[in-house]
């Protein structure tokens, strides 16, 4: 099966790659396996479909027993792992159950390699599944893929824990590095998966082309010595291409089912700023009609606090400004340290520094990744002298 | 298997007629769950504040009044029903009028005497500890 043979090429690598050195280009050749493996699949299932019906034309009785049962051996296979995906992201279980369930089952990570991703003691984490595994048994959180009409909200949780982990591996929430390669290539690898199982559902083709997308900055976020670097100071050379075609072919084949959803918007974003070879040739108008689509449909303040990036960079920061001084005052983003680090920014660039330095200083004690921390805090000391 | 719908909700201020609503609301979940026989049980409650509180500590019984946990949501009554599995209750427990306003926590029925269920289980691998 092509899930084992990425699995086990993933797994081998896990164990490999500390000792042997990162292959050049490590997402790209499980992706390409993955992808070829995935295709051949589906051909070979689709073929046998055809097969099986002309067949069972030309002679009803006769063939329908072998077509029809390889037919099911290989249904079967694939409505388990669809009642997996769905057992383990059931809403009765607390998030970073669901999360937990998730990479043990179906990413076949072992407990100490999730308590490691996590920064988790291992027995934390192994009482966590044990709980989870209870609570199913318990509760009776029946083993099924959800009836039709409840598939919309429940694929809505599995796509919820998938962006999780990958966001966990791409800008952990706590230590120094930013990130962590076996989150982010396992959340792609299950991303894969899902729609290999559920093809042609247009946010599950969205999040597959949002973490293709980010995941093609991976190499570009931090210097050699750890440091963040943002995106307009990014090496867009270094940006991975192949990430970055397959996420725009799977976004277009989502926006042609034309059921636009929060994934797809967000890697529409993301496409647009894969598309400038310069950060200043971004189409920040564009971007902002965008998150004015998100937030219409998720009125987070998070997508809002992004938007009022979006329109500092299209119409200039004295525009954004009272927007999220107002977003602020809504109270939605307290303790929120990006609120403060976009407001130093828009503070900076007015020229106001003693003010920035200030709001600088809040985001930095607020930040939880030692990197930004970092970051901030040196923003903060250039704008003191 | 059983479970509970424990009905948790914010007492408001109600006029006549919205108490009428209130009470067919919940004659119809009822005709309903009994059509389905889902329906093993149930009872509405008096307020919390006609509630009293019991302990016994060291072999005295200590009496208070009002309610276990002073919360903004109020206990207010119970269903018993039986459903194949936590999907199928969650879908009745969403049905109780009280669920648009307030809580309704579902739990399963601690089941000593029966054997566990065969139909619908999940794999070894996930339910086994």
């Known amino acids: 099966m ?5 699995q086990d090429a993933f797994i081998s690598a896990l164990e490999h790659w500390p000792s042997e050195g990162l292959p050049p280009n490590p997402g790209a050749w499980i992706a390409t396996t993955a992808r070829r493996k995935a295709i051949d699949r589906l051909r070979r299932t689709r073929n046998l479909a055809r097969k099986v019906e002309a067949l069972a034309a030309l002679t009803p009785d006769a063939d329908e027993g072998i077509g029809g049962a390889t037919m099911e051996a290989g249904n079967a296979i694939e409505d388990d792992r669809l009642r997996l995906i769905f057992t383990c992201c059931h809403p009765a279980l607390a998030i970073d159950a669901q999360v937990a369930l998730t990479l043990r089952l179906l990413g076949g990570l072992r407990t100490p390699e999730i308590a490691r991703a996590f920064l988790l003691p291992e027995v934390t984490l192994a009482q966590r599944l044990v709980r989870a595994k209870k609570k199913i048994r318990d509760a009776g959180i029946p083993y099924v893929v959800p009836p039709h009409d409840e598939l919309p909200a429940r694929l809505e949780a599995v796509l919820r824990v ?22 982010t290539g396992e959340a792609i690898r299950l991303a894969r998966v899902l729609n290999s199982l559920l093809p042609d559902e247009p946010e ?13 900055r991976r190499d570009a976020r931090q210097s050699p010595t750890g440091e963040l670097i943002l995106l307009a100071d990014q090496d867009r050379s270094s940006w991975d ?4 075609d397959e996420g725009l072919a799977v976004l277009d084949r989502a926006a042609f089912l034309g059921a636009p959803g929060p994934y797809q918007l967000q890697a529409a974003i993301a496409a647009v700023h894969v598309q400038a070879p310069r950060p200043e040739e971004t189409d920040w108008a564009r971007i902002v009609l965008l998150y004015d689509r998100l937030l219409a449909i998720n009125d987070s303040p998070i997508v809002a606090l992004n938007r009022t990036v979006a329109i500092s960079m299209a119409r ?24 403060h680090s976009t407001r130093a920014e828009l503070l900076r660039r007015l020229g106001r520094r003693d003010e920035a330095a200030v709001e600088y200083g809040q985001a930095a004690a607020l930040a939880t990744n030692e990197a930004e921390r970092q970051f901030l805090e040196r923003r903060r000391a250039s704008l003191i002298d | 298997m059983r479970y509970a719908l424990l009905i948790y909700v914010q007492p408001w201020e109600t006029t006549p007629e919205q108490d009428n609503q209130v009470m067919e609301a919940y004659n119809a979940f009822g005709r309903e769950a009994m059509a389905a026989d889902v329906m093993r049980g149930g009872e509405a409650l008096n307020e919390a504040k006609t509630a009293t509180s019991v302990r016994v500590r060291d072999g005295k019984t200590l009496v208070t009044d009002g309610p276990f946990a002073e919360t903004k949501e109020e206990f207010g009554g119970f269903y018993l029903i039986e459903a194949a599995n936590l999907d199928e209750a969650i879908k009745w427990a969403a049905k109780i009028p009280g669920a648009t ?15 566990p269920d065969e139909t619908n289980q999940a794999p070894a691998g996930i339910a086994a500890g």
């Open chain 1, 316 to 339: 200039g920061p004295a525009e954004a400004l009272p927007i999220i001084d107002e977003l602020r005052d809504s109270g939605g983003l307290d303790g929120y340290y990006l609120l």
């Open chain 1, 241 to 244: 291409r192949g990430r970055i």
């Open chain 1, 204 to 216: 599950a083709l969205g999040l597959l082309a949002l973490l293709l997308l980010q995941d093609s």
């Open chain 1, 2 to 6: 092509a899930e084992e043979s990425v």
């Open chain 1, 162 to 183: 998938l962006y999780l982990v990958f966001n966990e591996g791409y800008s952990a929430t706590s230590g120094a590095t930013i990130v962590r390669r076996a989150l």
């Open chain 2, 101 to 115: 306003r307030g809580t309704v926590e579902v739990r399963p029925v601690a089941d000593m005497a029966s054997a």
